[in-house]
């Protein structure tokens, strides 16, 4: 009988599914609206996680630097908006969190980065192109926050790759 | 890990020189980094243990500290930081170093002030340099050294050039440093 197997997070070259979803609790946000800029996408698990290894905090110190890249860093959980809204004041973050919260995890189950047991998503980050392609993606085993190298270099990479196209 | 060419994102990738403070003998056979900030609570609760690790290992050691200051959440960080950079240019960095992390709660520019009096620095020198940003730019580069390298919270330790993950007691790191020595 056919078992269907466990999917990863969309890997590169895929079209990065597009979505709708809440950044406060009276907007809503398209992942199509970025076309022609590059697109960070950080699933994590949960809003309030100990202050000082946040990731959403990490990022929030080097907003910056991705906009250098001509990237929009977007931060995803299955947490409502309101609690979005609490947490994003709370830790002073300068950029969208997106609230993945009904259906439940559905933007994540679509990008393979939803944890079915613990009804959460991964640590799952995707750095989608200006086309709207997945061009890096990583999962983060759940209890270790990755860190921002990776997105960086893919972004670095990115661009190389399209300097080199131009020329 | 799928996509672009393979990238460690755990590796130490801004080597240790000269220009690091430094505790313990250059050329030790084991090197413990943090990447900290000193308004941290995280940061200050791990003192004891990265002094209690120089101390079992002693000569065997390099301890390197590096700026990690998280500043939306830590509005004070960024100018201890940058103290503790002016107190290295009057050679008092770890004497700095020390202080600010026994004294979280007070970090305001007059407390910066006042350990620069404390500590004998040329007060004028040190208060300039802070309020005109001598220091900025090392800082920022110790932090995108770090953020390259994985760092990814307060504080974040480097063994022997591979980010820890792993628990953070004595007994634990310090087998961690000896297996990966230098021989």
């Known amino acids: 009988m056919y078992v269907k197997r466990r999917r990863?997070?969309?890997?590169?070259?895929?079209?990065?599914?597009?979505?709708?979803?809440?950044?406060?609790?009276?907007?809503?946000?398209?992942?199509?609206?970025?076309?022609?800029?590059?697109?960070?996408?950080?699933?994590?698990?949960?809003?309030?996680?100990?202050?000082?290894?946040?990731?959403?905090?990490l990022y929030n110190e080097i907003l910056e630097d991705f906009h250098s890249f001509n990237a929009e860093l977007m931060g995803i959980s299955v947490d409502g908006a309101w609690c979005h809204a609490a947490f994003a004041r709370d830790r002073k973050l300068h950029f969208p969190l997106l609230a993945d919260f009904e259906p439940k995890?559905?933007?994540?189950?679509?990008?393979?980065?939803?944890?079915d047991k613990d009804g959460v998503s991964e640590r799952a980050l995707f750095v989608i192109d200006d086309e709207g392609i997945v061009q890096w993606s990583y999962v983060s085993p759940i209890a270790v926050n990755p860190g921002a190298g990776g997105i960086l270099s893919a972004l670095e990479n990115l661009q190389n790759r399209k300097k080199k196209k131009n020329k | 890990?799928?996509?672009?060419?393979?990238?460690?994102?755990?590796?130490?990738?801004?080597?240790?020189?000269?220009?690091?403070?430094?505790?313990?003998?250059?050329?030790?056979?084991?090197?413990?980094?943090?990447?900290?900030?000193?308004?941290?609570?995280?940061?200050?609760?791990?003192?004891?243990?990265?002094?209690?690790?120089?101390?079992?290992?002693?000569?065997?050691?390099?301890?390197?500290?590096?700026?990690f200051p998280l500043t939306n959440i830590h509005p004070h960080a960024e100018h201890a930081a940058e103290a503790a950079e002016a107190a290295d240019a009057q050679k008092s960095f770890w004497e700095m170093h020390d202080t600010l992390f026994q004294n979280q709660m007070a970090l305001e520019d007059e407390d910066l002030a006042r350990y620069a009096v404390a500590l004998g620095l040329d007060v004028d020198r040190f208060i300039e340099e802070l309020m005109s940003g001598v220091y900025t730019p090392r800082v920022r580069e110790d932090f995108r050294g770090g953020i390259k390298s994985g760092v990814n919270g307060t504080p974040t330790f480097f063994?022997?050039?591979?980010?820890?993950?792993?628990?953070?007691?004595?007994?634990?790191?310090?087998k961690a440093l000896r297996k990966t020595a230098n021989e």
Do not use: K
Request: hydrophobic fraction near 40%; glycine fraction near 10%.
């Open chain 2, 1 to 67: 890990m799928s996509g672009l060419a393979g990238v460690d994102i755990t590796r130490l990738s801004v080597p240790v020189t000269r220009r690091d403070h430094i505790r313990g003998r250059f050329d030790a056979a084991s090197t413990l980094v943090e990447y900290g900030d000193y308004e941290c609570p995280a940061c200050g609760a791990a003192e004891p243990l990265a002094q209690a690790i120089q101390a079992a290992l002693g000569r065997q050691l390099r301890f390197v500290f590096r700026n």
């Open chain 1, 8 to 57: 990863g997070a969309l890997p590169a070259g895929t079209p990065a599914p597009d979505f709708s979803l809440r950044s406060t609790p009276d907007q809503w946000l398209n992942l199509s609206d970025f076309r022609g800029q590059n697109v960070v996408l950080a699933f994590y698990p949960a809003d309030w996680s100990p202050i000082c290894g946040d990731q959403m905090t």
């Open chain 2, 159 to 174: 063994i022997n050039g591979f980010r820890y993950d792993g628990p953070r007691d004595l007994e634990t790191m310090i």
């Open chain 1, 105 to 115: 995890g559905a933007v994540a189950r679509e990008y393979g980065a939803y944890r």
